[in-house]
């Protein structure tokens, strides 16, 4: 359970009235949250609901039809190289270059990153990522939780202010899932940083998350903490809930402004 | 601009060559063997033709400036397909790195592969054809010059092309200098063009070249106004074309395309 170390105040993420459209078709509509130091937010939603568009917005790769986001006290419109270099991510979609070894990729994204004595730093996340005897490996070569767990440590390689994580485990076998859930659970309560986290495995979001934000159709529809919300909106589990916004969402809208 | 980030795509570059035999051969080999195919053209045509003209520097020097641009060209692109083939853009352009950076990493990679290719034409063309540059005078640094501001101009247009239109569109790439060659003049004078094509080799830097190298060989002149036109003609168009790239990461960013790239939904 997440509750050693409290979110604060600070916020590392601020999202304002984020909207994104394509010709008529809204993506994000009127979308705000924020994400604090040491919090894990999860961004839950059916497939197509707005979450891997929100999460390009804040990377910078997708620029937002209106609304702001400001990373670490920085416009990511205006600042984007500074916002950008207090964030990392990593995803299942964007696996690092398959035609160079772990080792390469990481020191040429650490020079991307500008990231300070940097040999030392690789040697600290491949440690961490128990990685080290696949230095000399290109990345095309290993298997998909192997990609994912060079993928995080690319993600970590910058200590980000900001760490969005796009379904981080979902090619990972359960032990190794369950690894890599306490290195960033233990990451999110050491370093000052917030994470943003996307998953289909409601488990998974009860145990790392702090607070769940369930998109559907671009809106947010719900908020609150995974462990309270299926109780309070008559479900056994988070689960449940989920299965309901997908299927009915509009009840779930119902409910919530009555 | 940092210096490391644009260094950290030449190294990056540097890895993948180095790693890579199928990545090194075709960064002289070609170039070799028009080289090759060239010298003993200029020597047959030596041979048979009136003593008082040498092929060697009029035409071997044409296919060596020539194979130069084309290099400098595809030094780019291919510096830029590599992130195209490893669907590395979202990687890329979701960590601090800009547009002028990354284009920066291109041209040095390009710098570097195309110099290879020069250092391998240049060895064959003096030891093996008897080749000397001293025909060309100083004026020969302003042909390079010029070349290679085109060369990178034309990298530039490609790698524009294809992440405006796509993987698919890696093939509008390659033809390129082959499609722009009628108009450079590269093996013939302007004037044997028709009217109309002359005006539009006009517009296309490296005739201003080849015609300065022709007047060097044939006259001895030395005449630098049009040779100084071709080369702020070649700097206009390398303006314009990192412009034209700019604007097309731009419109990449607002549809959603750089994050669709990795997602391999373009075509």
């Known amino acids: ?258 | 601009m940092s210096f490391r980030r644009v260094t950290a795509l030449l190294l990056r570059q540097f890895y993948l060559l180095r790693g890579s035999p199928a990545r090194i051969v075709p960064l002289f080999a070609w170039v070799a063997i028009d080289i090759v195919l060239w010298g003993f053209i200029t020597r047959y045509l030596n041979s048979v033709s009136n003593a008082r003209f040498n092929f060697v520097p009029a035409m071997l020097g044409a296919v060596l400036l020539w194979d130069f641009m084309s290099r400098v060209m595809q030094g780019i692109t291919t510096a830029f397909l590599e992130d195209v083939w490893s669907r590395n853009f979202l990687n890329l352009f979701a960590s601090p790195l800009s547009v002028s950076e990354y284009l920066g990493g291109l041209v040095l990679s390009s710098i570097a592969s195309s110099l290879i290719g020069l250092a391998v034409m240049i060895g064959l063309a003096t030891l093996v054809f008897g080749l000397s540059f001293l025909v060309y005078g100083t004026l020969l640094a302003a042909f390079l010059l010029v070349l290679f501001l085109f060369g990178i101009s034309l990298g530039i247009f490609g790698s524009a092309l294809v992440l405006r239109f796509g993987p698919a569109a890696e093939w509008f790439i390659w033809p390129i200098p082959a499609f722009i060659s009628p108009l450079a003049c590269v093996f013939y004078p302007l004037a044997v063009l028709p009217h109309w094509m002359q005006w539009l080799a006009r517009l296309i830097p490296p005739s201003y070249v080849f015609e300065g190298m022709r007047g060097v060989l044939e006259h001895h002149a030395h005449s630098l106004g049009p040779l100084a036109f071709g080369s702020a003609l070649a700097l206009l168009y390398l303006v314009l074309m990192a412009r034209a790239f700019t604007g097309v990461y731009r419109h990449a960013v607002r549809t959603g395309l750089i994050a669709r790239y990795s997602a391999e939904t373009v075509s």
């Not at chain 1, 590392?12 to 009235?17: K, R, T």
């Open chain 1, 1 to 258: 359970m997440p509750h050693d170390a409290a979110p604060s105040s600070d916020p590392i993420l601020s999202v304002s009235h984020l909207r994104k459209l394509y010709g008529a078709t809204v993506a994000v509509d009127d979308v705000s949250f924020s994400v604090a130091t040491h919090e894990i937010l999860g961004l839950l939603g059916p497939n197509g609901a707005g979450k891997t568009t929100t999460i390009n917005m804040i990377l910078g790769v997708l620029e937002p039809t209106s609304g702001s986001i400001v990373i670490d006290g920085c416009d990511l419109a205006r600042r984007r190289r500074q916002a950008l270099s207090r964030t990392n991510f990593a995803a299942v979609y964007a696996p690092l270059p398959g035609n160079l070894t772990v080792e390469q990729n990481l020191r040429v994204f650490g020079m991307l990153y500008a990231v300070p004595e940097l040999g030392e730093r690789m040697e600290a996340v491949l440690a961490e990522f128990d990685l080290k005897r696949f230095r000399n490996t290109k990345c095309g070569v290993l298997s998909s939780g192997e990609q994912t767990r060079v993928a995080l440590a690319k993600a970590m390689l910058n200590r980000p202010r900001l760490l969005l994580l796009d379904e981080p485990t979902a090619s990972l076998d359960p032990s190794i899932a369950r690894e890599i859930r306490a290195t960033i659970r233990y990451f999110a309560e050491r370093a000052q940083v917030g994470v943003l986290w996307t998953s289909h495995n409601m488990i998974e979001v009860s145990e790392v998350c702090h607070h769940v934000l369930f998109l559907s159709h671009g809106r947010i529809l719900l908020e609150g903490d995974p462990r309270a919300l299926p109780g309070e909106h008559h479900h056994e589990t988070l689960e449940d809930l989920f299965v309901t916004v997908a299927r009915e969402p509009l009840t779930i809208r119902h409910t919530e402004e009555g």
